[in-house]
């Protein structure tokens, strides 16, 4: 048996196991749910990098204690590239704006993507190795791209203009067997810390730990000095020394040295001088390789490999044409879910884009089996969320970059301002998530039944159950228009 078909079959039983039992973590974060009041967040902590920003919110946020996950919003200057690093925690991104392409290093795959051996280098004179490595995914603006827990992956902006995305890290998930603290493993590069609030009592224990007296023992002063060198950097090469590592990748320890980056400030996110050179097939329409995809998502399995290796990891929700429920006057919504994105149902996450036209209301609904997070992406509108005991634990206005947690099962309702129009996206934390609307439970229950619930007349039981819209989507408008 090879060894890639063993890294293949660990790979596949960690996304089985993770569809099949419950976390600790999500009966902890139970507690964490009893919400009187909830606030629209905005990012707490940034990173200025070389090229680019990362911002965060503090995941100590009660709403976000709740929902058991964190988020991070970064900026990625054309020519920019975002380092290689991967999380314990499963990973939901929505490109805001921008183009580029991704990464993944899956472990058991092979490198499909190979140079001829008749490239040379960049100085024309001297044949060098070709290069080789696995496939690279092209991304655009309104892209829903899934990333699984501990599986590397890098970014890079090949467009004109600078690349924003958001990513939800659940750190509930099955996936992550540490505790909720949220946790990005760089594998280069000198990052910045991106979550100083839960980095804080790591560092303390850490201080005290090494702070213990140490015995006399064969090699101290050797050890004293690997210690010194290991505090330098930030990446999880770092806490090598240079010497293993030369050892380890049987390379020149000037090389190795640089592996740990220990005097890096450029963080994160780094500029590549005149443009990244990768192998990617030329000419091809984004349009072209989606399809491709989605081919190879419905085909036949034709082995472990192909399931692994050919994943399909995302999808665009943001056009027009792909909208599940659409009203000509109040706004459309568009769902990727397990059943459209089959990657998912590892992940136990999905995503809702809505738009909202001027005045356009999202009618009250809520989340049958899901935490759901609220990203303004453009516009302004109003939310409205209501609490099993009938309180209106939120109702205030929202804007362009604004977080709003919105807890299972807790009502909820959108409109879009008078001025423009109200643009969002939904992380929610179930690949299958429900939605149940108010509108159709009234149309779904007998006339007697609401009548004697809310003392009302036939007359207006009919008109409760028949008239307005038929969907959720509604404008003030047209629906006055229709009574």
Known sequence: MSKPFLSLLSLSLLLFTSTCLATSSEFDRLNQCRLDNINALEPDHRVESEAGLTETWNPNHPELRCAGVSLIRRTIDPNGLHLPSYSPSPQLIYIIQGKGVIGLTLPGCPQTYQEPRSSQSRQGSRQQQPDSHQ??????KGDIIAIPSGIPYWTYNNGDEPLVAISLLD???????????????????NPEVEFPETQEEQQERHQQKHSLPVGRRGGQHQQEEESEEQKDGNSVLSGFSSEFLAQTFNTEEDTAKRLRSPRDKRNQIVRVEGGLRIINPEGQQEEEEEEEEKQRSEQGRNGLEETICSLKIRENIAQPARADLYNPRAGSISTANSLTLPILRYLRLSAEYVRLYRNGIYAPHWNINANSLLYVIRGEGRVRIVNSQGNAVF????RKGQLVVVPQNFVVAEQAGEEEGLEYLVFKTNDRAAVSHVQQVFRATPADVLANAFGLRQRQVTELKLSGNRGPLVHPQS?????
């Open 479 to 483: 629906q006055s228009q229709s009574n």
């Open 135 to 140: 496939k690279i995914r092209r991304f655009r």
């Open 395 to 398: 109702d205030n206005k929202v």
């Open 171 to 189: 750190t509930s998930n099955i996936a992550n067997q540490l505790d909720s603290t949220p946790r990005v493993f760089y594998l280069g590069g």
